[in-house]
T-cell receptor, first 115, second 113 residues
Framework: NAGVMQNPRHLVRRRGQEARLRCSPM?????VYWYRQLPEEGLKFMVY????????ESGMPKERFSAEFPKEGPSILRIQQVVRGDSAAYFC?????????????FGPGTRLTVT | DQQVKQNSPSLSVQEGRISILNCDYT??????FLWYKKYPAEGPTFLIS?????DKNEDGRFTVFLNKSAKHLSLHIVPSQPGDSAVYFC????????????FGTGTRLQVTL
C-alpha cells in the first residue's frame, strides 16, 4: 500500500510565478490536510479538505493561496505570484476519517524555493 | 501564539539510556496528543498518541505520559538506539477543529554510541 505521494519534491520558482503542489493520499483515505514548515519552525496547519469540499481553511493566507481536492485526481495547493517568504516545505497528510485512532499520515513534502 | 511548546531544541543521549522529550501546551481544549518523528528531507512519521482521558500510553520502547493539570506531556524512549536520532514533534488537536493538528517546534534527538 503506497504511502502519501507528493510531487514535485523540489520546486524552484521566481518571484511572481505560480507554484502548484500535488498530493495523492493513501488508498482509501478521503481526508487531506496541508501543512507548511518554515525553516527552524514546526509545521503549521493550512487547510483540510475532503473530496470536492474545503472543510477548514483557517490556516490559509487570505490572498494568493488556494487548495482543491477534486473528485478525481490529486489534491492541489496553488500559490499565485510567489514571494520569497513562501519558501518553505509543504507537507500533505491524509487519513481515512477523522477522530481518535485515525491518525494523519504524511507525505515526504515539497520544498519550494522562491528566487 | 505558540499553543504547543517544546522548550528544548536539542537533546543528546547515549545509546541504551532513556531519552525524555518534553512538551507543554496552553490550550485546555486539546483532548488528543501525538508524537511524530521526522528525518531530514522526509515527512513526519506517526509514533504514538494519547487521549486526554488517559495518563499513559505505551508502545514497545515508546511511552507517552500526560499530566493534564500541568498541561504537560512527555515521550520516553527506552532503550535509545542510534536510529532514533531525528527531530521529534509534539502535536495536539481538539474535537472541535475537525482534526487539524497544532505542532510544537520540535526537539532534535541525537543518540550517541
Amino acid at each position: 500500500n503506497a504511502g502519501v505521494m507528493q510531487n514535485p519534491r523540489h520546486l524552484v520558482r521566481r518571484r511572481g510565478q505560480e507554484a502548484r503542489l500535488r498530493c495523492s493520499p493513501m488508498k482509501g483515505h478521503s481526508h487531506v490536510y496541508w501543512y507548511r514548515q518554515l525553516p527552524e519552525e514546526g509545521l503549521k496547519f493550512m487547510v483540510y479538505l475532503q473530496k470536492e469540499n474545503i472543510i477548514d481553511e483557517s490556516g490559509m493566507p487570505k490572498e494568493r493561496f488556494s487548495a482543491e481536492f477534486p473528485k478525481e485526481g490529486p489534491s492541489i495547493l496553488r500559490i499565485q505570484q510567489v514571494v520569497r517568504g513562501d519558501s518553505a516545505a509543504y507537507f500533505c497528510a491524509s487519513s481515512p476519517r477523522t477522530g481518535v485512532g485515525y491518525e494523519q499520515y504524511f507525505g515526504p513534502g515539497t520544498r519550494l524555493t522562491v528566487t | 501564539d505558540q499553543q504547543v511548546k517544546q522548550n528544548s531544541p536539542s537533546l543528546s543521549v547515549q545509546e541504551g539510556r532513556i531519552s525524555i522529550l518534553n512538551c507543554d501546551y496552553t490550550n485546555s481544549m486539546f483532548d488528543y496528543f501525538l508524537w511524530y518523528k521526522k528525518y531530514p528531507a522526509e515527512g513526519p512519521t506517526f509514533l504514538i498518541s494519547i487521549s486526554s482521558i488517559k495518563d499513559k500510553n505505551e508502545d514497545g520502547r515508546f511511552t507517552v505520559f500526560l499530566n493534564k493539570s500541568a498541561k504537560h506531556l512527555s515521550l520516553h524512549i527506552v532503550p535509545s538506539q542510534p536510529g532514533d536520532s531525528a527531530v521529534y514533534f509534539c502535536a495536539a488537536r481538539y474535537t472541535g477543529t475537525a482534526s487539524k493538528l497544532t505542532f510544537g517546534t520540535g526537539t532534535r534527538l541525537q543518540v550517541t554510541l
